[in-house]
């Protein structure tokens, strides 16, 4: 493992502008991509000359490759090529429902799929052998089930904070199904879920799922500034499918088509997804680990310096096991 340079969150914008970006755009190139369906996706791979090993970035629930930026070059630094890009309905991808505050799809899987045919994309473009997959929240559920569906795809897998089970906040999964359901049935499915709000400016870093606010006051500008980046809540159909998607993901002769060693990384005052869900599916997965990361909030990978250095190391070392 390389030794691991955080940017100092005192002047973190600016070394983000000065340093971050520049390194990123220095050995960045654009992959087309055609998902599931001719979806165009927003594909980026960060290839340092010399890469002699990869690993793909999934993004979580209203986020997108940007957010993750500052990750990308963390994995610069110890040797990788970082191949990163927008789940569709988020960011640059193609979306199908024209409010831009909504995250819509069809079917779960079209998510998986998706990943798949950007690993095949950019094979060309990778250093040789299988990369490795990081997940987070939504994108950790994508991950999942992508061990799942294409085992031989990845050499390992990190399910950082993943969205295995959908957190409904007390409503029971059958009465939040039946409720999507029915919004559907009647047509309304590819709009904002009633309890959620479109995006509006003025984010506070008191309602914020990570703990460095250095890092959410950085994205909050990039979001009030770019309009794509603007995604806040889930359609109804979004919520039938993460549900259904749950459901598939822990069926027991699913769990036991994974091979690919994974680690669950668990953040200790989460509120965003279930604990229930990935601690089934590390049961159900013997080549997978939980791992609970102490004071940090779900989104881990935005913390204060402080925690997020042990958390990083967690992270290469296990990439670097034989």
Not at 123 to 141: I, K, N, T, V
């Amino acid at each position: 493992m390389q030794p691991i340079v955080l940017p100092d969150e005192t002047r973190y914008a600016e070394q983000m502008r000065s340093e971050v970006l520049p390194a990123l755009a220095a050995c960045s190139q654009r992959i087309p991509c055609t998902g599931e369906g001719g979806a165009a996706l927003n594909v980026r791979l960060y290839a340092p000359a010399g890469a002699q090993r990869s690993i793909v970035l999934s993004h979580g629930f209203c986020e997108s490759e940007e957010k993750l930026r500052e990750l990308s070059w963390l994995f610069l630094q110890q040797g990788y090529a970082v191949l990163a890009y927008d789940h569709r309905g988020h960011g640059f991808s193609a979306r199908e429902v024209a409010d831009p505050s909504v995250v819509h799809v069809q079917d779960f899987d079209d998510y998986v799929r998706d990943l798949a045919r950007v690993v095949e994309a950019a094979r060309p473009h990778l250093p040789p052998g299988r990369p490795a997959l990081f997940g987070h929240s939504m994108g950790g559920g994508i991950a999942a089930r992508a061990l799942e569906l294409y085992p031989d795809l990845f050499c390992r897998c990190v399910l950082h904070a993943p969205m295995i089970r959908v957190n409904t906040h007390g409503v029971p999964d059958p009465l939040a199904k039946a409720i999507a359901r029915f919004f559907v049935a009647i047509g309304r499915g590819g709009r904002l879920f009633f309890a959620q709000k479109p995006y509006a400016p003025g984010e506070r870093f008191e309602d914020a799922c990570c703990t460095s606010p250095a890092r959410f006051t950085y994205y909050a500008d990039l979001r009030r500034e770019t309009p794509a980046l603007r995604t806040n809540g889930s359609s109804y159909r979004w919520i039938l499918e993460a549900l259904r998607s749950g459901d598939r993901l822990l069926q027991p002769e699913n769990l036991a088509r994974i091979r690919t060693p994974a680690l669950v990384i668990r953040a200790e005052l989460d509120d965003l997804v279930r604990p229930d869900g990935q601690d089934a599916f590390v049961r159900g997965v013997p080549c997978a680990r939980l791992v609970t990361i102490r004071g940090v909030k779900h989104e881990i990978y935005r913390s204060k310096n402080d925690q997020l250095l042990p958390y990083l190391e967690t992270i290469f070392r296990f990439l670097e096991e034989e």
